[in-house]
């Protein structure tokens, strides 16, 4: 089992340009996350995926954009970055214990 | 929105000592309160989590306690190691919210 598995995993960016990023989990389960890491400010949810087919705003949705394309995929999309976007970004999903959610490894980007 | 408070922000503590950090959660009822350990360069792993019925749970070197009164949930890590050292975040989980994180250090 690879768990959650997140491409890139680094990514440049000019202001102004596009990218989804990619994240999949071979776990079953029915929920999915997107976080973004920030020094010094924890992890802010982006988007969730209870189950597949719906998705919901978390804390800091603006500028992004979500797909659930089936239960194993979620994907967060960029359409313009902007040097604010700058992060660590982190896919999550959870199954029954829904406190325990299983991280992938991360996607560093930097929008320059 | 509901928040929960982290401290300290970082800790350095010598082999064999006790780390401890502290969450404040605010007036809400949780189902579980979570701590996440995160190694640099990889994303954060479930490490121990308490219901709030229970005061204290240990799970070898790491106990979490619990004191309702007060809002504030801890952890500790007994016979601190070096490979202990890494970043903490204790969790509301019903509103998907992390704390800010505690660096932990632990020297050789």
């Known amino acids: 089992n690879a768990g959650v598995t997140q491409t890139p995993k680094f990514q440049v960016l000019k202001t102004g340009q596009s990218m989804t990023l990619q994240c999949a989990q071979d776990?079953?389960?029915?929920?999915m996350y997107w976080y973004r890491q920030d020094p010094g400010m924890g992890l802010r949810l982006i988007y969730y995926?209870?189950?597949?087919?719906?998705?919901d705003k978390g804390e800091v949705p603006n500028g992004y954009n979500v797909s659930r394309l089936n239960k194993r995929e979620f994907s967060l999309r960029l359409e313009s970055a902007a040097p604010s976007q700058t992060s660590v970004y982190f896919c999550?999903?959870?199954?029954?214990?829904?406190?325990?959610?299983?991280f992938g490894p991360g996607t560093r980007l930097t929008v320059t | 929105q509901q928040q929960v408070k982290q401290s300290p922000q970082s800790l350095i503590v010598q082999k064999g000592g006790i780390s401890i950090i502290n969450c404040a959660y605010e007036?809400?009822?949780?189902?579980?309160f979570p701590w996440y350990q995160q190694f640099p360069g990889k994303g954060p792993a479930l490490l121990i989590a308490?219901?709030?019925?229970?005061s204290e749970k240990k799970e070898g070197r790491f106990t979490i306690s619990f004191n309702k009164s007060a809002k504030q949930f801890s952890l500790h890590i007994m016979d601190s190691q070096p490979g202990d050292s890494a970043t903490y975040f204790c969790?509301?989980?019903?509103?998907?919210?992390f704390g800010t994180g505690t660096r932990l250090k632990v020297l050789a």
């Open positions: 776990m079953n389960h029915n929920s």
């Open positions: 999550a999903s959870s199954e029954g214990r829904y406190y325990e959610q299983y």
């Open positions: 995926s209870a189950s597949e087919g719906t998705t």
């Open positions: 007036n809400t009822a949780f189902d579980y």
């Open positions: 308490i219901r709030p019925d229970v």
């Open positions: 969790a509301a989980p019903e509103e998907y919210i």
